[in-house]
């Protein structure tokens, strides 16, 4: 991943790097990762997930 600084605008560089990091889930990952996470509440957790995906997916296609 590459950010380019235009016009020494660092806070500006800074502020699209912590979204594309956002965007790919660096930071939800690192959250998950601080601790250990039992496989089983592991899987309860991504099929939660895998629910919510759905249920938005579902909604998007209703209001097309």
């Known amino acids: 991943m590459e950010i380019q600084v235009v016009d020494n605008n660092v806070e ?3 502020r699209v790097l912590k ?5 790919e889930g660096l ?3 690192m959250k998950q990762r601080k601790f250990y996470e039992k ?9 939660k ?3 919510r995906r759905l249920r938005k997916k579902m909604r998007m296609m209703k209001k097309a």
Do not use: C, D, M, Y
């Open 12 to 14: 500006k560089a800074i």
């Open 19 to 23: 979204r594309k990091l956002q965007q």
């Open 27 to 29: 930071f939800r990952e």
């Open 39 to 47: 496989p089983s509440v592991k899987r309860k957790r991504k099929e």
């Open 49 to 51: 997930e895998a629910q």
